[in-house]
């Protein structure tokens, strides 16, 4: 009940982000997610970054909550046939990291007059869009708490998790294997709520072999582990309504904090240090300069970005001189199939003479 509850919900609020709102020329380059006119018009001095529109909504949030097809030549199999299948609340090309690098508010309201308290955290946690990244870099709560229509009171891990139920084979809902692993490693609280209501038992309300484990200290992993085991080899797997790798993630930090309660203070894992067989962070101060240190790459990451953007618009060029003017691309290819023909042609009237 609680995943179909959530759903008009969390419709209504994607709905409403891709319901277009913008004024400025900064928010029609935000819109249109053009990192270069973007760029240029920051540099200009002339825009506040967190200027508003009719709707009372940031550049930041509008180039987050802009429905996009992707229909362009550099994401051909993300849309079949260039049609509009889903709302996509993300930005491409580095958008929102310019805007978040020269001062975006990342903590503000996406809808100040409809939803107080509904912040781009939580756009992005139920979405699933890599734009999360960029905004908890940039200084977003990730434990920020909203209350949806309904009553209940949710975090942006709890939300994802309440949405990852809610959303399945529904092109209305991204990809929390995005947000929820990245919530996690940003340091959202597991068990914001206590033992009542883990995120993992959010996800998926309905009974399954591992319901009673989402009860925090129920089960030891080995315990977890084997209960996946046999309801495989035994035919009757996990419903397919669960996805297991992110109820795991989930269980596997909500039992790290029960069984150690100063959990949030002790768990700084620095993302790519272990792979590089680097140490991990145990100060805070540690943790402040690597943050400072991510904001700045993520920042000089937007000069590629637009590089790429502007090599991308002169390849788009050469191939529009390329082609003759007046044909489309049937006209041209017809062309090329009847030239041979004309050729064989004039061969056959010569001989003949």
Same mark, same amino acid.
């Given at each position: 009940?609680?995943?179909?509850?959530?759903?008009?919900?969390?419709?209504?609020?994607?709905?409403?982000? =891709?319901?277009?709102?913008?004024?400025?020329?900064?928010?029609?380059?935000?819109?249109?997610?053009?990192?270069?006119?973007? +760029?240029?018009?920051?540099?200009?001095?002339?825009?506040?970054?967190?200027?508003?529109?009719?709707?009372?909504?940031?550049?930041?949030?509008?180039?987050?909550?802009?429905?996009?097809?992707?229909?362009?030549?550099?994401?051909?199999?993300?849309?079949?046939?260039?049609?509009?299948?889903?709302?996509?609340?993300?930005?491409?090309?580095?958008?929102?990291?310019?805007?978040?690098?020269?001062?975006?508010?990342?903590?503000?309201?996406?809808?100040? +007059?409809?939803?107080?308290?509904?912040?781009?955290?939580?756009?992005?946690?139920?979405?699933?869009?890599?734009?999360?990244?960029?905004?908890?870099?940039?200084?977003?709560?990730?434990?920020?708490?909203?209350?949806?229509?309904?009553?209940?009171?949710?975090?942006?891990?709890?939300?994802?998790?309440? =949405?990852?139920?809610?959303?399945?084979?529904?092109?209305?809902?991204?990809?929390?294997?995005?947000?929820?692993?990245?919530?996690?490693?940003?340091?959202?609280?597991?068990?914001?709520?206590g033992y009542g209501t883990p995120p993992s038992a959010l996800m998926n309300p309905k009974p399954h072999p591992l319901s009673h484990c989402n009860k925090p200290g129920a089960c030891s992993a080995a315990e977890v582990d084997?209960?996946?085991?046999?309801?495989?080899?035994?035919? +009757?797997?996990?419903?397919?309504?669960?996805?297991?790798?992110?109820?795991?993630?989930?269980?596997?930090?909500?039992?790290?904090?029960?069984?150690?309660?100063?959990?949030?203070?002790?768990?700084?894992?620095?993302?790519?240090?272990?792979?590089?067989?680097?140490?991990?962070?145990?100060?805070?101060?540690?943790?402040?300069?690597?943050?400072?240190?991510?904001?700045?790459?993520?920042?000089?990451?937007?000069?590629?970005?637009?590089?790429n953007e502007l090599w991308w618009r002169k390849q788009a060029r050469n191939e529009a001189k390329a082609k003759p003017a007046g044909k489309s691309p049937n006209q041209q290819q017809q062309q090329q199939q009847q030239q041979p023909v004309k050729q064989s042609g004039r061969r056959l009237r010569a001989a003949a003479k």
């Amino acid at each position: 009940m609680i995943g179909r509850a959530v759903l008009p919900v969390a419709l209504l609020l994607l709905l409403l982000a =891709c319901s277009p709102s913008h004024s400025s020329p900064l928010h029609e380059a935000a819109v249109n997610q053009d990192i270069v006119l973007l +760029k240029q018009l920051l540099d200009s001095g002339k825009y506040d970054v967190n200027e508003r529109d009719a709707s009372g909504r940031t550049p930041l949030v509008a180039a987050l909550t802009t429905c996009s097809n992707y229909t362009t030549d550099r994401f051909p199999r993300m849309v079949p046939n260039g049609e509009l299948h889903f709302c996509a609340t993300g930005t491409a090309h580095g958008t929102s990291a310019i805007l978040i690098c020269v001062g975006a508010d990342v903590n503000v309201d996406v809808f100040p +007059k409809e939803r107080p308290g509904y912040k781009l955290v939580h756009l992005a946690a139920c979405s699933g869009a890599n734009d999360i990244y960029e905004l908890l870099t940039g200084g977003a709560d990730p434990n920020a708490r909203y209350r949806l229509p309904d009553g209940r009171t949710v975090t942006p891990l709890t939300y994802a998790a309440i =949405c990852a139920g809610a959303g399945k084979n529904s092109t209305e809902y991204g990809y929390q294997a995005v947000s929820i692993p990245t919530l996690l490693r940003e340091g959202a609280d597991p068990l914001p709520f206590g033992y009542g209501t883990p995120p993992s038992a959010l996800m998926n309300p309905k009974p399954h072999p591992l319901s009673h484990c989402n009860k925090p200290g129920a089960c030891s992993a080995a315990e977890v582990d084997r209960i996946w085991n046999a309801a495989w080899t035994s035919g +009757k797997p996990i419903p397919g309504d669960l996805v297991y790798g992110l109820w795991r993630q989930l269980w596997d930090a909500q039992e790290a904090k029960h069984s150690n309660p100063k959990w949030q203070q002790l768990q700084m894992q620095i993302p790519g240090l272990a792979a590089l067989g680097l140490p991990q962070c145990q100060t805070s101060d540690c943790q402040d300069r690597f943050k400072v240190a991510r904001h700045d790459y993520m920042c000089n990451s937007t000069k590629l970005a637009i590089k790429n953007e502007l090599w991308w618009r002169k390849q788009a060029r050469n191939e529009a001189k390329a082609k003759p003017a007046g044909k489309s691309p049937n006209q041209q290819q017809q062309q090329q199939q009847q030239q041979p023909v004309k050729q064989s042609g004039r061969r056959l009237r010569a001989a003949a003479k």
